[in-house]
């Protein structure tokens, strides 16, 4: 890695999000390539990172969007994505987003429930149309990662059991203001085997031929993002690898395979900046206290994540140290027991694999302004965020007093 930190903070400040953008490139385009040789569309699930620059860089590669809100289907749209690439999921659609989604003439709605599809059904109805759909079917499969990410379980909100599925697929068929063209799952994220992947897509497969069979035309065959990345030691799953076990389960479906990758594209093409202003000795620990806080990045706080911190220029002997931001909470913590050299204010630490689930998950709280963005492009950079006033940050509020 032979990013300017230093000048990058020097210049725009801390704390700070950076992006390559060649890297980014790289990524969408090592999964766009495994699936050379059939018909695929690389929806990249934009709530991992979803500012418009980003979404706009990977919409000129060809990318579709994975949206699920409609803000998220503006967003893709503002950003040049092309809408018979855009798919909108997530179990509460409203009846605003319903409409602005069939009004938008996006590739199709992924629905989660009975009740959903006939509420899609009547909006569809009242503004008379044919709302293009596929439904999200819960495999049942364990994807062996953090619970909170895990979505194929019974136990889980999203999605509808196989039965459930073939009922609805039929009901639609028959409705002239449905029309079934998809199927999707998605059991997971951060998923590092194959297996459950395969197990899944065998399962759904297996759907789609008894759909097909009773005259159902399904043409995409989505099989959800969840590839997982290297934070650590990670053993992640070759993309090659990936798009062949999809390959072998959908032999002979002559299916467009969809795929929604967002932390696989982004989380380590990103990096989070941030400033050192004190170092504290308790009795027991040593903190290491920064400009950055859990607003910023609240993966490590939500979910225990890991995330690898390093010094930028500033050697030493390494000591174990607790890497925590200014906000009122315990859980505000980037890293514990991270081997780091002696610190002096104002050195910079950066915190790695940053790119997913950072910004987008960043908050106001303690009334912090939300951090800048930088995209870094064939040796150069460019803010694509800037950095948040008090003024902008108080806007809604301030008519009121
Ligand atoms: C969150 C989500 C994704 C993206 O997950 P990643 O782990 O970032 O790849 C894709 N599809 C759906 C339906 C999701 O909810």
Redesign the pocket.
Known sequence: MNIAFKSLANKYGTPLYIYDFDSLQARYLSLKEAFEGQKSIIAY?I??NSNLSVIKRLASLGAGA?C?SIGEVRRALKAGVDRYKIIF?GVGKQDHEIQEALESEILFINLESEAEMKRVEFIAKQLDKEARISIRVNPNIDAKTHPYIATGLHESKFGVEIDMAKRMYIYAKNSPHLNPIGIHF?IG??LTQLEPIREACAIVADLTRSLRAIDIDIKFFDI????GVQYSDEITIDPKAYANAIKEATKGLDVTIMC?????IVANSGYFLTKVLYEKQNPTHRFVIVDGAMNDLIRPSLYGAYHKIEAVEVVGEESPANVVGPVCESGDFFGKGVYLPPLAPNDLLVIHSAG?YGFTMSSNYNTRNKSAEVALEEGKDRVIRARESFEELIRLEEEYL
Do not use: F, I, N, T
């Open positions: 699930a709530k991992a994975d699920v999921s998605h994220s951060q959800g993002g969840g590839l929604e990758p967002g932390r696989y997913a």
